[in-house]
């Protein structure tokens, strides 16, 4: 069992900043993947960003390219995603996501989620 806690979520200006925080915790040695997914209002739920936890190689989802970064501290067992440049159209409950094996991209690969934290750009 892998246990995930998100924070950082909030309320900011279009064209601000925000950085996302994931601490997991339990069975974290079985970690494949990470990844960030969000579901704005009326949306199904999209992935955003996804990273190896051994080795580092990353996907980010077309929308958030060169605006978002995503990060890992695995003596941390932290994820991290840093968010420039904030659109409204970014609104969303962001979830943060493990995987214990597969490619790490498709959603029916992970195993475990967080809470999700809400991200709202006001424009």
């Known amino acids: 069992q892998v246990q995930l806690v998100e924070s950082g979520g909030g309320l900011v200006q279009a064209g601000g900043s925000l950085r996302l925080s994931c601490a997991a915790s339990?069975?974290?040695?079985?970690?494949?993947?990470m990844g960030w997914f969000r579901q704005a209002p009326g949306k199904e739920r999209e992935i955003v960003a996804a990273?190896?936890?051994?080795?580092?190689?990353?996907y980010y989802a077309d929308s958030v390219k060169g605006r978002f970064t995503i990060s890992r501290d695995n003596a941390k067992n932290t994820l991290y995603l840093q968010m420039n440049s904030l659109k409204p159209e970014d609104t969303a409950v962001y979830y943060c996501?493990?995987?214990?094996?597969?490619?790490?991209?498709?959603?029916?690969?992970?195993?475990?989620w967080g809470q999700g934290t809400q991200v709202t750009v006001s424009s």
């Open positions: 990273i190896m936890w051994i080795g580092g190689s990353t």
């Open positions: 339990g069975r974290t040695f079985s970690m494949y993947a």
């Open positions: 996501a493990a995987a214990g094996a597969g490619d790490g991209v498709r959603q029916a690969t992970y195993d475990y």
